[in-house]
């Protein structure tokens, strides 16, 4: 996925023509920002994340609408936002993911991924983020995060805390170096469906986002609001 090439991107165009937000299962709201050229992305992330958990930055690439998430980092429910937009089905690409994501919007909008990923130690790494799953739910500290991004070279890091179905997750990314706690979490639910095999995962908002995996494929549904 090449990156696109536009021109500076003011404060008044964001602001008012290309920043949409989502809310993904009652909560995670997202920004997906239209027509910003690199050079200007980090500051208008910054921003954005006064108001946001996350941002990504969208473009058209032979006729196919593509993401690029804040920190190049693989955000399942960023994709689930771009994808809530593109009619009854489709397909869109995604920072994280090597190939194009198919969709389908009946009511939920449901996406499928091909995610190869790996299981090291208490950690489950995807291409373009990594989560440990812990039993109960507990602080995590930034340090914690970091360490492990830097260990298994990923531009994002999260933990996932679990009682049953519950998670409450964390996310850090290093090239805002933020972290935030995420009030709905697509990919960290994905983890957590690896790791237990649930199927149905409650976020912290108390709605849900469904996973289910064939052939190393994962359908992931949520309801995506736009705000």
Known sequence: MSQRKYGT??????????????????????????????AEQLSVAQRLLA???QVGFVWEEDGVQCLEMM???????????????????????????????????EGVTRI?????????????????????C??????????????HARTHNLPAFGAVGYEGA???????VADTDSICEESACGSGSIALSILTGVRDIEQPTGERISVEQ???VFH????????
Not at 17 to 26: E, H, R, T, W, Y
Not at 114 to 126: E, K, N, R, S, Y
Not at 134 to 147: I, Y
Request: contains cysteine; charged residues 15%; aromatic residues 8%.
């Open 51 to 53: 108001e946001v958990e």
């Open 220 to 227: 992931v549904s949520a309801m995506v609001q736009r705000v």
């Open 71 to 105: 920190g190049g980092e693989l955000c399942i429910n960023a994709t689930l936002a771009l994808a809530s937009l593109g009619g009854s089905q489709g397909s869109v690409r995604v920072s994280g993911a090597g190939e194009a994501v198919a969709f389908i919007n």
């Open 134 to 147: 812990v039993e109960g739910f507990q602080n995590v500290s930034k340090e914690f995060l970091v360490a």
């Open 9 to 38: 991107c003011g404060i008044r165009k964001l602001r008012f023509m290309d920043v949409q937000k989502f809310l993904i299962a009652g909560g995670n709201m997202t920004a997906l920002v239209w027509n910003c050229a690199r």
């Open 166 to 172: 519950r998670i409450r997750p964390t996310v850090y």
């Open 112 to 132: 499928s991924i091909a995610l190869p990923h790996t299981h090291v130690g208490d950690a489950i790494l995807f291409e373009g983020i990594g989560y440990v």
């Open 214 to 216: 064939k052939d190393g």
